[in-house]
């Protein structure tokens, strides 16, 4: 999106690697955002003595958004399948480290051991309760789910610590979702949408399609 035609000749003050370089490039042309020159389409055919994969129509949208490319392209592919608000939420919370009060080090918690058991044992009968769809979503249908139960209770740092998460975390998410909200609504301006405080839960036909956006963005990361 900043024009440049071959990355390696960017004026980096520490160069990255070679092979880190390829490596992303390779990710970008999986994911779309990058297209390589010689292609069908006839935006490429005047930059032919370029060798480095250029900036596809999708990449020029995925750039929009303050988030990773593989978030970007679900968010994308969310637009397209209806469930942008779903997919906003569920980027934010992906964005965030340590959201769960078991993602933290024993260590931390020391003085908690008792809650963290009690929090293990309710995120344990949550997740049995999970069917179809949802189920087949998994910890990503658990993080929409904290997410959603938590703007729906006003996120207090009381609810978080029933629910077992971290309230600063929960703070991060609903600020990231505004930034997120306000990007789609620049590179969707048809849409206006808004950042929803009662979301409601996805029906089952939504998890299966969440299902597939986030399959369109973390294909590589599965086995």
Do not use: W
Not at 33 to 59: C, E, M, Y
Not at 111 to 116: A, P
């Amino acid at each position: 999106s900043m024009r440049i035609d071959k990355v390696a000749n960017f004026p980096f003050p520490t160069p990255p690697d070679d092979e880190q370089i390829k490596a992303a490039e390779s990710l970008l042309i999986s994911l779309g955002a990058l297209q390589k020159v010689g292609s069908s389409s006839n935006r490429f055919k005047a930059l032919k003595k370029v060798k480095s994969p250029v900036i596809s129509d999708l990449g020029m949208s995925m750039a929009s958004f303050p988030v990773a490319p593989r978030y970007a392209k679900m968010l994308i592919l969310a637009r397209k399948y209806k469930v942008l608000p779903y997919v906003v939420a569920l980027v934010a919370a992906l964005s965030v480290d340590e959201i769960f009060v078991d993602s933290i080090q024993p260590s931390d918690v020391a003085e908690n051991k008792e809650k963290l058991q009690i929090f293990k044992e309710k995120l344990s009968v949550f997740r049995s309760k999970l069917a179809g769809n949802f189920l087949l979503l998994g910890d990503m249908m658990i993080l929409l789910t904290a997410v959603g139960a938590c703007e729906a209770e006003g996120c207090s740092p009381e609810f978080c610590t029933q629910l077992g998460v971290r309230f600063k975390a929960m703070r991060e998410i609903r600020k990231l979702r505004i930034q997120l909200t306000n990007a789609a609504n620049v590179v969707f301006q048809d849409d206006s949408l808004v950042v929803d405080p009662k979301l409601p839960p996805p029906s089952d036909e939504q998890a299966l399609i969440l299902r597939k956006v986030v399959l369109g963005g973390l294909a590589d990361h599965v086995a």
